[in-house]
């Protein structure tokens, strides 16, 4: 599977947006970038996923380079409620797993 | 609202007391996984069901088995805990019609091994 590198740590200010890059350099054609996060002592929560076209939902959107070589998770306006861990996951092609990183740390700060 | 329910929050047992851990889901998926994630570390799966059918991840050890009564529930059962197992347990699903379909997890067992 296609490995992820992420930032281990960011901070970003309230109200403004959050960009976080992952480099995922192997991907291969029809594997899907997906972002969770996961908040201190909860279980990880779906955000987005893509596989060649930017995607937006009501959470954040993702910007996916043209080679597919990197990726851009961005939280429009964030909030104290978004500080948590972001994990940038490439999906196996034909398998059910998730393989998580290490993740970026993202502390939002009044 | 349909979710992915945990059961218990927090669990304590002993060195080598056999633990039982359960979750159940209102969502209807096809699929269910337990992941383990220790302290300050990723989650890391364990196995998962695909309906009946058990896939266990290579490096997941013997002292942890899983069953599945129903489409509902599924059980993490560790045999003898060491105190290297201590984590939180998470229980994830998805629907399994599709490769890419969404895994909602739930809010996760803390386990201490005392």
């Known amino acids: 599977d296609a490995k992820t590198t992420q930032p281990p740590s960011m901070d970003c200010a309230e109200g403004r947006a959050a960009n976080l890059p992952c480099n995922h350099s192997t991907i291969s054609g029809n594997e899907y970038v997906y972002w969770y996060r996961q908040i201190h002592s909860q279980g990880p929560q779906y955000i987005i996923h893509?596989?060649?076209n930017n995607e937006t939902n009501e959470m954040a959107s993702l910007i996916i380079t043209e080679d597919r070589k990197s990726s851009t998770l961005i939280l429009p306006h964030a909030t104290l409620r978004d500080t948590a861990v972001y994990y940038c996951i490439v999906r196996f092609s034909n398998d059910y797993k998730l393989s998580f990183g290490a993740g970026t740390t993202v502390t939002v700060r009044a | 609202d349909a979710m992915v329910i945990q059961n218990p929050r927090y669990q304590v047992t002993q060195f080598g007391k056999p633990v039982t851990l359960s979750c159940s889901q209102t969502?209807?998926?096809?699929?269910m996984y337990w992941y383990q994630q220790k302290s300050s570390q990723a989650p890391k799966l364990l196995f998962h069901?695909?309906?009946?059918?058990?896939?266990n991840e290579a490096d997941t050890p013997d002292n942890f088995q899983s069953r599945r009564p129903n489409t509902s529930f599924c059980f993490l059962d560790i045999r003898s805990p060491g105190l290297g197992d201590a984590a939180m347990y998470l229980c994830a699903t998805s629907g399994g019609r599709r490769w890419e379909d969404t895994q909602y997890f739930g809010p996760g067992t803390r386990l201490t091994v005392l």
């Open positions: 969502l209807n998926h096809n699929v």
């Open positions: 069901y695909y309906d009946k059918d058990f896939n």
């Open positions: 893509g596989l060649k």
